[in-house]
């Protein structure tokens, strides 16, 4: 944690501790050397009534900004405030809110006082911590009697530790303490494990401000009189209240002087034996020195004289390392000759061979490359790849001239637009290839031969479709149908390109086309043909099914029939799709009624339901329809609502009945499950408006469950033009064989299709958050002030109409669902940063014991 939390927490332990003890003296130590007393008193400005809060305390945390001294500190933390306008006081006297003053009265302070100088704060602009490298002055004598309500104490308190983060970071740097011995009056510095005294007894910080990082904006030092400081890195001062007398020497208990010797005696044991290890390190850096003294001058090969070649990384390390290294091991610079492979000299040093029979005798090795280890294969494949390279420059000019003749009579040959747009790049892929194959083969010697073809036989494998010429090979290895896909070339020109690609396919000029695609083509032509035909009748013959605005509605029921038929929204939206692009999409054949009932065959909306929310699951038929639609699809179950009305009784008398009829225990299931849908989720879309001058700006629209990308391209399609709509579903004749679904699998054919994108449109000033329900407010408002650079404290959070004030409330619990939209109201700025600091470093700190 930070220095400051861990004190807290360092105390908080310490008291819970001791107060376990018996000896009351033990167990209200902390208390009685920490603690302090202040009271937070308001007083009405009308009746004058005064309000005191008592509240102990164990450091007084003082803002530093603005101030340069610290009894300015002290004074603005003990100063007035007005509470006036929204802010007034509700005086209990008055019985109404009044103007009033608060402030802080120090009633009692401790032996110790703990002054917390707050240099981390919270900048808005940026939404994270920064430092204050300010200077502050402080003396070593502190009076607090002009701070105490109480005048007739002995408050005078000397200076007896400051601690020191060195660092311009709220985020990194390093503490030292300075603490001063109470009976000798040294101090002494604590820097991690080094301890020092300071000479003079006197508090030197000099030195550790020089050390912190200079700012650009660094205002010089103040002038420091005889008996005060100036620090721009103070964090935390310790005052002890001054005593007319030295306290006496106490004597250590026996049983804890035998502890502290123990201690001293394993600290001793450790530092001898890193004195010895530090001792046998010398020793062998002596020796690992003179070794190298004697061959470096030796190391580089002479002219004319044998020499070998070594592994540049293994030198490296005989150079920089004390220890000695492993044996020589120059396996990854060999080929699959076993030879050293010519692309892998920059990886090698060639050294002289006295200096490499030094090394191999001994630290051992190997295999020794001498001056015969090059591979000559190699260096001929490599030179011939270059050669190859070099040439295709000179060939793709050629081709691209030869390209540009008219081809005359049946001399020339098919080649895919595609392929001759990429050829160059094709065969330069390919030579790399043949590169990249000599060095995986290289694997096998190294027995990791698996882990190096592996990714390269799953390149080989994406990479065939885009073999040369292949681009015009139809489904059956023929000559594809499409002539706007290829063009002829000449023969001078093919017989170029089949240098590089021997395998290509081959289609001379006058070579017939695929006879089997021709037959589908024709049967495609046919097929579509015929779709364009029946969308056509079946749009003629159900045209109220094709309007909405022809529909029947459960909500006013119409007078002139008594019975209607129930199909799903998923069928009418697909059916339409079809209608609209019917070369596109497959007919749909069949009506699967099925995913509207239970397991058990009954109907899963109430009549109430289907006029409301379940009203976009469903689509209302007219008789006279109904009687064309069972002729044109295949039913699999019909559903019908029918309309009863008692003699002489108005409309609001009438009775509606189903069939089938309700089956209640699914229904009940259903909704049940949708209810733990909404409050299980994970990582679902919210939205975040934020109010400005108590005003709203936002659409109208139901929040829905369903954010996927798949109903946003619906949404947008069903806000297309009609005639324009581009379906994407395709339905076989396997339609009719649909199975009953449970509830659970009901549900996610709701989710999938059933139901239409009514997704919440975002408008200004709102801000979408990914959420989980068993996430907490708190962690939230977190969210949020990254999103809006709102302070926690500052945000006030409702959703239709409810506050949401729990912090450690779940989401879930909260009623927030997906699509929720919360209303924000961002207080008015604070001046006190160091209240929000607070915050921060509670949540900091927070997750630091949670992890710890």
Sequence with gaps: ?????????????????????????????????????????????????????????????????????????????????????????????????????????????????????????????????KKLNTYIGFSELLDMEPFMEQKNGVYVYELSAVLIHRGVSAYSGHYIAHVKDPQTGEWYKFNDEDIEKMEGKKLQLGIEEDLAEPSKSQSRK???????????????????LQARERSLTVQVPAFLQELVERDNCKFEEWCNEMAEMRKQSVARGK?????????????????????????????????????????????????????????????????????????????????RLNVKALCKDCVVERCRILRLKNQLNEDYKTVTNLLKMTVKGNDGFWVGKA??????????????????????????????????????????????????????????????????????VSKEAWEKLKQYFPKAPEFPNNKECCSQCKILEREGEENEALHKMMASEQKTSLQNLFHDKCRPCLGSWPQETDELYIVSQFFVEEWRKFVRRPTRCSPVSSIANSVLLCPHGGLMFTFASM???????????????????????????????TRTQAAGAGPEGARYASEPQLCPECREGLLCQQQRDLREYTQATIYIHKVVDNKKVMKDVAPELNVSSSEAEE??????????????????????????????????????????????????????????????????????????????????????????????????????????????????????????????????GGQGLASG
């Excluded at 305390?57 to 603005?76: A, M, P, R, S, V």
């Excluded at 009033?100 to 900048?123: E, G, H, W, Y």
Aim: charged share 30%.
């Design 287 to 367: 020796i690992k020195h003179e070794e190298v003294k004697e061959l470096y001058q030796r190391l580089p090969a002479e002219a004319g004289s044998p020499y070998d070649f070594i592994s540049l990384e293994w030198l490296q390390k005989w150079l920089d390392e004390s220890t000695p290294p492993k044996p020589i091991d120059n396996t990854a610079c060999l080929c699959s000759h076993g030879k050293l492979h010519p692309d892998k000299i920059s990886l090698m040093k060639r050294i002289s061979e006295y200096v490499a029979d030094f090394f191999y005798r001994r630290y051992g090795g190997g295999p």
């Design 1 to 129: 944690q930070d220095a400051q939390e861990f004190s807290k927490l360092f105390m908080s332990l310490l008291e819970d501790t001791l107060s376990k003890q018996k000896n009351p003296d033990v167990r209200n130590i902390v208390q009685k050397q920490f603690c302090g007393e202040y009271a937070y008193v308001t007083v009405c400005n009308q009746c004058g009534r005064e309000s005191k809060l008592v509240s102990k305390f164990y450091e007084l945390e003082l803002n530093i900004q603005g101030h340069k001294q610290l009894t300015d500190c002290i004074t603005e933390f003990l100063k007035e405030e007005k509470l006036e306008g929204d802010n007034r006081y509700f005086c209990e006297t008055c019985q109404s809110k009044q103007n009033a003053t608060r402030k802080i009265r120090l009633l009692s302070l401790p032996c110790t006082l703990n002054l917390q100088l707050m240099r981390f704060v919270f900048d808005r602009q940026t939404g994270h911590k």
């Design 715 to 844: 949404e947008r399609e069903e806000n297309k033009p009609e005639g324009e709509q581009d379906p994407d579903f395709n339905q076989a004749n396997g339609g009719t064989k649909r199975q009953k679904l449970s509830h659970q699998s009901y549900i996610t054919y709701q989710k999938q299709g059933i139901r239409r994108s009514t997704r919440h449109r975002k408008v200004r000033g709102e801000k979408a958050l990914l959420v989980s329900a068993n996430q907490t407010l708190k962690e939230l408002k977190i969210q949020i002030m990254h999103a809006f650079s709102v302070a926690p404290f500052d945000q006030n959070l409702s959703l239709d109409g409810k506050i949401l004030s729990d912090d450690t409330a779940t989401l879930g619990s909260l009623g927030v669902i997906p699509e929720s939209v919360i209303l924000l109201k961002a207080d008015e700025p604070i001046a006190d940063y160091a209240a929000m600091d607070d915050v921060m470093q509670g949540e900091r």
């Design 419 to 488: 392929s001759l747009r990429s050829w160059r790049q094709l065969a330069l892929e390919q030579l790399n290839e043949q590169d990249e194959d000599a060095e995986h083969s290289n694997g096998k010697m190294n027995g990791n031969a698996q882990n190096k073809d592996e990714p390269n036989e799953e390149k080989r494998e994406e990479e065939e479709e885009l073999n040369f010429n292949e681009d015009i090979v139809c489904p059956h290895g023929d000559l594809c149908i499409s002539e706007n896909e290829r063009r002829v």
């Design 611 to 641: 006029t409301k929310e379940d009203s976009k699951h469903i689509a209302l038929i007219w008789p006279s329809e109904w009687e064309r639609i069972q002729k044109l699809f295949v039913v699999d179950h019909v559903i019908k609502i």
């Design 222 to 240: 103040p002038k420091c009189g005889k008996g005060t400081h100036c620090s721009r890195n103070a964090y935390m001062l310790v005052y002890r």
